[in-house]
């Protein structure tokens, strides 16, 4: 009698750990947001804008974590084998979950099977950019210029299979050139080499991107938004450059474990997307180049699905591949 009420009080117990888990309410707990790149890339910056105002209306710590290796796997792999509490999320460009995976990319995780999506945060368009050294003004006499160096020119990526990288990847497959792809642990990392010159071209988000195009020690040749963007009214989109339809960016958005209870996710999706809100904020990041875009986690789980399938379909028409 006594071990079945010594059991009945275990299940109990264990039972009202899960409700307890499931009901999070956030107070007095620290959140950590891991950015799986280096400081100073577009998933760091906008982590940074709002981890202390997510903090504040939760009553809890977020501290931004870095964890930068093997093209943001590690970081998002530390993620996914986290606790389903809430509290270890990660924000990052989306479009690595879906595209590395959609290339043929091997990974530890499921990409499909062990997140659960929170909510999207932001879009960022690409802008190509060249160390001005380089004489090409424009697209077109990059495109020349590539054509006429033995061996191509460096570009640098954020990692294999980043937007980034693969924003360069199918420009140069649409313009026939041959670059020679350079992968760093973050956008910081890259955008620096570019500038000391140490490689020549890079496409990467424009809010990471645009300080250095304003301070001259990058030139900016196109965006790969529709259409052109206010904060740079007079940059081509790469489409009007001669490359109708090429519409790319960094997609950030911010996921949990697999099996984050429901109220959980719905909590954080309203403090991030109130975040998101906040004038200050929003226009802060829209003037860098990146558009606030809160979502539904099932909004954010459809994009995903519909994405997988886009890269795979581009993988078929233009071959490529991640090793």
Do not use: C
Not at 157 to 178: C, D, I, M, N, Q
């Amino acid at each position: 009698m006594h071990l079945l009420v010594r059991s009945l009080a275990t299940v109990a117990a264990a039972l009202l750990s899960i409700g307890v888990v499931s009901a999070q309410n956030f107070t007095g707990k620290t959140i950590r947001i891991i950015v799986p790149y280096a400081p100073g890339g577009t998933s760091d910056i906008l982590a940074r804008a709002l981890s202390g105002k997510v903090g504040e209306a939760l009553g809890a710590t977020v501290v931004v974590d870095n964890k930068p290796g093997a093209n943001g796997v590690l970081g998002s792999d530390l993620v996914a084998k986290s606790a389903p509490d809430g509290l270890t999320l990660l924000l990052t460009d989306v479009g690595g979950l879906t595209s590395a995976p959609a290339l043929g990319a091997k990974l530890p995780f499921d990409s499909a099977k062990d997140f659960t999506p929170i909510t999207m945060i932001a879009y960022s368009p690409h802008l190509a950019v060249v160390n001005p050294a380089l004489p090409a003004k424009s697209l077109a006499e990059l495109v020349t210029a590539s054509k006429a160096k033995a061996g191509g020119f460096s570009v640098a990526t954020v990692g294999a299979g980043s937007a980034p990288h693969l924003a360069g990847a199918l420009f140069a497959k649409r313009a026939g050139v041959e670059w020679v792809f350079v992968p760093y642990k973050g956008g910081a990392q890259a955008l620096t080499d570019v500038v000391a010159g140490h490689a020549q071209v890079m496409f990467n988000g424009m809010l990471a991107t645009l300080p250095m195009v304003k301070s001259n020690q990058l030139r900016v040749l196109a965006v790969s938004s529709e259409k052109r963007w206010a904060t740079l009214p007079d940059v081509p989109t790469v489409a009007e450059s001669g490359y109708p339809g090429f519409v790319t960016g960094s997609w950030q958005g911010l996921l949990a474990s697999a099996n984050t209870p429901t109220d959980v996710i719905a909590k954080l999706n309203t403090e991030f997307a109130k975040a998101l809100a906040i004038p200050e904020i929003r226009e802060r990041l829209m003037a860098q180049g990146a558009e606030p875009r809160p979502m539904t986690s099932t909004q954010l789980a459809e994009f995903l699905r519909a994405d997988t399938a886009k890269w795979v379909q581009l993988a078929k028409e233009t071959g490529i591949k991640l090793e």
